[in-house]
């Protein structure tokens, strides 16, 4: 089953504008990650945010988390076309150490040039 | 390092065959996952090991698919008899630990069942 749930489906936005990726999930989490996936290859890790932090920030991504909210969001600043890609979310549940990662179904983000 | 390296990237068969998906980690990694990317469900986990040591299978979907580690640098996935819902990417991932590194994913075997 689905833990996390990504908002929007689909994203389309200028090279150069803010693209903002929302993601909501269950049950309390350990941790929560955000991935890439460009059409036709695997996914790349992104970044990685604990349940104790709030916000963090790589290079021009930056991801917040509201654990009271069950909902984390990962903001690509001066997008560039590079960046079109599908992003996704997975969550760690928090009670156990398990390995099971899972994933939402993804925003489509498309940066046009 | 090469990455995660799965064999073959295309596999076309037909229904009732027998398919194996093949998966060679990173070195020095100590857990591997199976996942399964279809269109209607998304990234599906199927199996993961740790220390070649089957965790969970709890993804897996039926007896029809079957999955090893005999040692730390290489898993096969095989599927026996393989159906047309079996149609999909399937990815191997692995990771040192459950940290803070995330998992490093292959290219993905695109399995088609005719």
């Known amino acids: 089953s689905q833990q996390g749930e990504e908002d929007p489906q689909a994203l389309s936005i200028q090279e150069g504008e803010n693209a903002t990726m929302n993601c909501s999930y269950k049950?309390?989490?350990?941790?929560l990650q955000w991935y890439r996936q460009n059409s036709g290859r695997g996914l790349v890790h992104l970044i990685l945010i604990r349940s104790n932090e709030r916000e963090k920030h790589s290079g021009r991504l930056r991801v917040t988390l509201d654990t009271s909210k069950k909902s984390s969001s990962l903001l690509i600043t001066a997008s560039r076309a590079a960046d079109t890609a599908s992003y996704f979310c997975a969550t760690r549940e928090g009670s156990s150490n398990t390995g099971k990662l899972i994933f939402g179904q993804g925003t489509t983000l498309q940066v046009k040039p | 390092d090469a990455g995660v390296i799965q064999s073959p990237r295309h596999e076309v068969t037909e229904m009732g065959q027998e398919v194996t998906l093949r998966c060679k980690p990173i070195?020095?990694?100590?857990?591997l996952f199976w996942y399964r990317q279809t269109m209607m469900r998304g990234l599906e986990l199927l199996i993961y090991?740790?220390?070649?040591?089957?965790?969970?299978d709890s993804g897996m979907p039926e007896d029809r698919f079957s999955a090893k580690m005999p040692n730390a640098s290489f898993s096969t996935l095989k599927i026996q008899p393989s159906e047309p819902r079996d149609s999909a990417v399937y990815f191997c991932?692995?990771?040192f630990g459950l940290g803070g590194a995330g998992y490093t994913f292959g290219s993905g075997t695109r399995l088609t069942v005719v």
């Open positions: 049950t309390s989490i350990n941790n």
């Open positions: 070195s020095g990694h100590d857990y």
């Open positions: 090991f740790n220390n070649n040591v089957p965790i969970d």
């Open positions: 991932a692995s990771s």
